[in-house]
């Protein structure tokens, strides 16, 4: 634990006096990974599969406030959805819009949430996210997670109907095309389920996190993890798509293990040196609660000086002379 404890308070300090460097740099790799999961998934402008290009991009980016790659992002997904079906293109930039509203209006510093949730989503892990919001963040902050759910739920169904999506001249078939993805999109239970799933699992979490009880973080993660394992296996196993629940299990094993590990870095306190303050004033009562945070405390470093004249001044005092050497060995000087 203590090796632990070190490596974490070497981490903060790294990064506290660094921190004006390694922000653009988490910046940049988050905004060309975002990209290059977008290229990789959805493709199909092909001017925009450059490397270079997703690489200034993402320079841009690290520069910029994370709102900037959030909008670059959904630009970039829109563009991709165009080429693929001018309907698909256009029920994007719609649903695009309506998100961003709902983002800046409820939760405009939570721009991080609509990018990860995502990734997340990719890795196997999206059910790190909601309990995460809950611990890390206001309630609010679920609302770029739904976002960036939606988002990936939407683009999910592109793919899978990516050969019925054709650019189409006609009419009657354009609009045909559009009624079709909505339907598509607005059938998706699974969507559904996570969106009711993931918001309760954060409000439940948020609300434990905050009582005055102890090991609050870890009991919190542990019922929010179980909240989302129960709620998704009832939900997999009602719109028969039991087979998800496999891939429920070990998401949610790792996930775990991520969240501890967020939870040692952002709230690693030490229960056992709990102490209990009453005091008073003219008005109120107070019962205060506190309970230290595990850290190693700094070790104490003694530097010695020594200057050339101290040095001198103990050679010349450690210096024994010719006549005292010889009368201390009672030894004649044969000069005097």
Not at 208 to 221: H, K, P
């Amino acid at each position: 634990m203590t090796f632990l404890l070190e490596l974490k308070e070497g981490i903060c300090r790294f990064y506290g006096k660094y921190e004006v460097y390694l922000l653009p740099v988490i910046k940049f790799l988050l905004a060309f990974s975002v990209f290059i999961m977008i290229n990789y998934t959805i493709g199909y402008m092909e001017r925009l599969d450059s490397l270079a290009l997703l690489l200034i991009a993402a320079l841009v980016c690290s520069i910029l406030p994370v709102a900037v790659t959030l909008l670059a992002a959904g630009a970039l997904i829109t563009l991709h959805c165009y080429a693929l079906s001018m309907p698909a293109g256009v029920i994007m930039l719609v649903l695009f819009l309506v998100m961003y509203l709902l983002y800046f209006r409820f939760a405009p510093e939570c721009a991080y949430n609509a990018l990860l949730a995502p990734i997340a989503c990719a890795l196997g892990i999206p059910y790190v996210m909601p309990v995460a919001n809950g611990l890390l963040q206001q309630p609010a902050a679920v609302i770029p997670t739904v976002c960036g759910m939606v988002t990936y739920y939407f683009l999910d169904g592109i793919i899978a109907n990516e050969s019925n999506l054709g650019t189409v001249s006609e009419e009657d078939q354009l609009i045909g095309r559009f009624q079709e993805i909505i339907k598509q999109f607005a059938g998706n239970r699974e969507m559904y389920l996570t969106i009711a799933v993931f918001v309760t699992a954060s409000l439940l979490v948020y609300v434990i996190r905050r009582l005055s009880v102890d090991y609050a973080w870890t009991i919190a993660i542990l019922v929010g993890m179980l909240l989302e394992y129960v709620g998704f296996f009832a939900g997999y196993t009602q719109i028969g798509m039991s087979s998800m629940t496999v891939r429920l299990t070990m998401g949610c094993v790792i996930s775990v293990l991520v969240l501890l590990v967020i939870q040692f870095f952002f709230f690693n306190l030490d229960y056992t040196r709990t102490e209990r303050v009453q005091f008073e004033d003219d008005e109120y009562y107070y019962y205060v609660k506190a309970v230290p945070k595990r850290y190693v405390p700094a070790r104490a470093k003694t530097v010695k000086k020594i200057s050339e004249n101290t040095r001198n001044r103990k050679s010349s005092h450690n210096r024994v002379t010719r006549r005292e050497l010889m009368d201390d060995l009672d030894i004649e000087d044969e000069d005097r």
